[in-house]
């Protein structure tokens, strides 16, 4: 490969792109230190707890952790870079970061971490944990977590974003693009968040409800890649006119990322419904073990209640 005629400017100049080239590191800071804090504020509610001799199940830390590094592999290595002028490496950041990390971060239940690990502030007195439980029970969740908000977010964030000529003025500048990726995620977690449940928040709709939900946004994000795969001419400006050094086509790579999305629909859904089966499932059992411990102790008083109602009969036929 020749390396001649690169500039400084790397992101006019990148060579073509391969799956090592683009998992190298190239750190975005806002993400860098936003992902340190979330292992680190994490890992301090974990050892508090720990300390005071509370479990934690190592299945939610390992969910975290694994959805803090899926922020981290898309957006701080050279796939951010590769991502400004490639339409399918950025569809790949945007899937993972908007469906895949809010899924391994939600099962992670960093609020019913923080909630047990922060101390509380003492009579009268707001603390971190109290300023949380007012925003969990706040108006403002109740509205951000409701399905009449979250479904047609989801599926603003793919429509109003690429179609409309918002999407190449924040890719125009660094600030813009951080912006966007913080959007991704942050709609991913509102939408998720009821759905998977772990956490308390305002809206626990029942098991059929959170399917629905799930479903609902699904053809959406389905049609969207395929619109992108049919399209005739580029739709997005920005990815428009690819750097010649990177060899590609730029309706081929619109295809490709309209597959992308496409594809990408289909895996959350899966993984949150095999999490949603797993807790309804486990909900029926401790139902069922609950209505046989009431039985067990029904059954004892109406056994006595039985053998005392023999025991009246034979004195009075005595």
Known sequence: MDHSGHGTHMDMDLPPFTLGRGLELSFDPFFLVGCLL????????????RRRGDTW????????????????????????DYGMVLF??????HMVISMLSPILLLLG??????????????????????LLLALLHSRYMRIVTHAAFTIPMFIASLYALYFTPLFDFLMGSKPGHIAMMVHFLMVGLVFFWPIMGVDPGPHRPGY??????????????????????????PLIGTYANPP???GVDALDDQQWAGGIAWAFSEIPSVLVLIALIYQ??????RTARRADRAADRNGDRELEEYNAYLASLQARSR
Do not use: D
Request: include cysteine; aromatic fraction near 10%.
């Open 38 to 49: 979330a292992l680190g504020l994490y890992g301090w509610g974990v050892v508090r707890l």
């Open 244 to 246: 010649a050094s990177l």
């Open 109 to 130: 239940a960093p609020m019913t971490l923080a909630l047990r690990a922060l101390p509380p502030a003492g009579r009268g007195r707001k603390g971190p944990r109290e």
């Open 57 to 80: 199940s190592w299945g939610r830390v390992t969910a975290w952790t694994t959805g803090v590094l899926s922020v981290a592999l898309v957006m701080c290595t050279k796939l951010n």
């Open 208 to 233: 059929v409800m959170r399917m629905l939900e799930l479903f609902a946004g699904m053809p959406f994000h389905a049609f969207f890649g395929i619109a992108l795969m049919m399209a005739s001419e």
């Open 280 to 285: 309804w499932y486990h909900s029926e059992q």
């Open 88 to 93: 399918s490496v950025h569809m790949v950041q």
